[in-house]
Structure formats: structure tokens, C-alpha cells
């Protein structure tokens, strides 16, 4: 039988707890997890594409049938040449329902042999995003618990650089 491949698109800038609670509930539906970091021109990223995925590919290290990849251009290309039929996005709250139900028809009409599949983010999560994230570490504030410790030294790092610069 063919393996199911779903892949987890998004801009993780950075990857949180809210996103590894859903890679590790996929787990348990896919073969195999394809984590994708789009490069998405309309967002200002803090981190690079490899600073996201060296993040990532620490954050899921314990995790075999999870893989970190970038891709440029569209998702529904993308996920062709991966053999992929599922992408996986979060839901936090219903404000992200509008935008996330576009998207998902949006993809549809590129390619209707992709499904696009929601998952709720955890409880403890649903109130995080990475701008947040991000905001709170360049004031100083503690983000352990929301992030892995990798990511939260990382965020340390560029504020320490953006108040040097
Ligand atoms: N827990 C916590 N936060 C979460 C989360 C979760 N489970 N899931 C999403 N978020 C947060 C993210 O951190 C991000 O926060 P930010 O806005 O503060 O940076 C926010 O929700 C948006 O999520 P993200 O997954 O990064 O989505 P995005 O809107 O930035 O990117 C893509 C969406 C990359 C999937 C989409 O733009 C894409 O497919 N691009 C490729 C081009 C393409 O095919 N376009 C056509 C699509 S119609």
C-alpha cells in the first residue's frame, strides 16, 4: 500500500510548542510528516530558511518519520513532487478559520487529489503565534514552555544582535 505522506507547511519564524503539538499528533495518522517552510515573500521573517530548519530538524530529532524541507513557490507544486496528499495546518481559534477555509479551496482548485486537513492546536497553545513569540523575547519576557529551549536561546541571540546593531 502507498505510504501516506501529509506535509505541514508554514513560515515557522520560529517552529513553537504549538506547532510540535501537531506535528506529534500526526505522527500517529501519517507514514511519514514532511515539516515544509514555505518561503513567504508577503511575511518579514527574524530567522532565515536555515536558521527555521536547523530549528526544527532539533525540535523533532526523536521523531524518524518526520522530515524538515523549504520550498519556494506553490504548496500544491510542491507537495506533487513530494507524493504527498495531505497538508496539515492548525487551528487556533475560529479567527483562523476565514483565512485557513480560502486557502484550503484555493489549494483544492490547484489540485483536487490534495486534501487539506485541520487539526486543533493543543490548549495550552492556542493563544501563541510567532509574532507574538517574538515580541515578547526582543522585551526581555520568559518564553520557555511556549518554544523549545533551543529556539527561546535563539530568539536570545538575535535580540542581543538587534540591540548591539
Ligand atoms: N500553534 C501555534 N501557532 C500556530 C500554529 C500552532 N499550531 N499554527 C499556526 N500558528 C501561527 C504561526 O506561528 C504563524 O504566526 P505569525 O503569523 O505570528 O507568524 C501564524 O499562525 C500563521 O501560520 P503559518 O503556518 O506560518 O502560516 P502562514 O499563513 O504564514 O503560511 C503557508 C501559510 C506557508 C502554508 C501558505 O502561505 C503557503 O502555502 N504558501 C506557499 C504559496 C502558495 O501555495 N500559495 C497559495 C496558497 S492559497
Known sequence: MAEKIAVYPGSFDPITYGH????????????????AVAHNYDKQSLFTPEEKIE?????????????????HGLLMEYMKKAKATVALRGL??????DYEYHMAAMNRSLDDSIDTLFMMTGKDYFFISSRTIKEVASLGGLVTGLVPDHVALKLQEKSIHKQKG
Do not use: G, H
Open 20 to 35: 510540535l503539538d501537531i506535528i506529534k499528533r500526526a505522527i500517529k495518522v501519517f507514514d511519514r510528516v514532511i515539516v
Open 55 to 71: 530549528m526544527i530538524t532539533e525540535a523533532v530529532k526523536d521523531y524518524p518519520t518526520v522530515s524538515v524541507d523549504a520550498f
Open 92 to 97: 487556533r481559534a475560529t479567527s483562523d478559520f
